[in-house]
């Protein structure tokens, strides 16, 4: 690691071997990013310390110190906080990186920004493996939103590997709920599962229809975060017709779990976030 980020001295390994340039002087005049910086051993740690206080440093096996002008941007998806208490992350390191802290919300609490990430996934996985992209679909995507993604984004964009390689069917064909990895597709939401089994087969139509529209109208608003104004938008109805059809399906509204960023912005608006588990 330490050579990565330093470099090597040239002749270190004896006379006339070439040295190699560390990732720091590289970056020189620029910035460098350190992903996962917790990783990093304590004593690496105090160096990057030292970097840091005194914008200089010395390759490994060195004794001339090198002078970088770096902005360091780091990264780590444990408490860093934690980390200090237990003794695996210093304390003065931890104060010369924290000086724009940004705190980025797990994947699971931005499910918004998932059809964008898949779509941007999906583009380079095919550009890297040459193979043409695939469109997720509409009832693939709500499943992807409402996953837990334990894996933050780097699982989604496996996820995304995967299903360009693996996913069945045709390059014009949809990829369908049914098609994504057994752990995703295992724990999709029950509304999204609107096939004709028997238990509907075996309903009259009135009770059919009645059953199948409940199915649609919450996987709708699931696909949306429980907002009724965009559900209502996209499935051609008024939000007032969609209130009604909603309490005539027996789906209740005006509960916290969905949209609480809409309820909180104006009670007003608090019938417009239907009932359900916040993901």
Not at 46 to 67: A, M, N
Not at 118 to 146: C, H, N, P, V, W
């Amino acid at each position: 690691l330490e050579m990565e980020l330093f470099g090597i001295e040239a002749g270190r390994e004896g006379v006339g071997s070439e040295g190699k340039t560390g990732n720091y002087e590289k970056a020189h005049g620029g910035t460098l990013f350190l992903d996962e910086i917790a990783d990093m051993p304590l004593e690496t740690q105090g160096k990057i310390v030292r970097v840091l206080q005194d914008q200089t440093f010395l390759r490994v096996g060195g004794e001339q110190p090198v002078s970088v002008d770096v902005r360091i941007i780091s990264s780590s998806n444990r408490n860093l906080t934690d980390e200090m208490v237990a003794g695996r992350f210093r304390e003065d390191l931890f104060f010369r990186l924290s000086v724009v802290p940004i705190q980025i919300p797990p994947l699971k609490k931005r499910s918004e920004d998932i059809p964008a990430m898949a779509g941007y996934f999906m583009e380079k996985s095919a550009e890297i493996s040459g193979m043409a992209t695939r469109e997720i679909g509409d009832d693939a995507m709500i499943t992807l939103q409402k996953y837990e993604w334990p894996g933050n984004v780097r699982q989604l964009k496996n996820v995304v590997d995967w299903l360009l390689i693996m996913a069945p069917g045709e390059v014009g064909d949809k990829i369908r709920t049914d098609m994504l990895p057994p752990e995703i597709c295992g724990k999709a939401p029950a509304a999204l599962q609107l096939g004709v089994g028997e238990d509907v087969m075996s309903l009259p139509l009135r009770d059919a229809r009645e059953s199948f529209e409940k199915e649609y109208l919450t996987a709708q608003i699931t696909r949306f975060n429980g907002n009724i104004s965009r559900t209502a938008e996209f499935i051609g109805m008024e939000r007032s017709a969609l209130h009604r059809k909603l309490k005539s399906l027996g789906v209740h509204y005006g509960e916290k779990g969905w949209s609480e960023g809409e309820a909180s912005s104006d009670k007003k608006k608090s019938s417009d976030n239907v009932a359900g588990k916040s993901q």
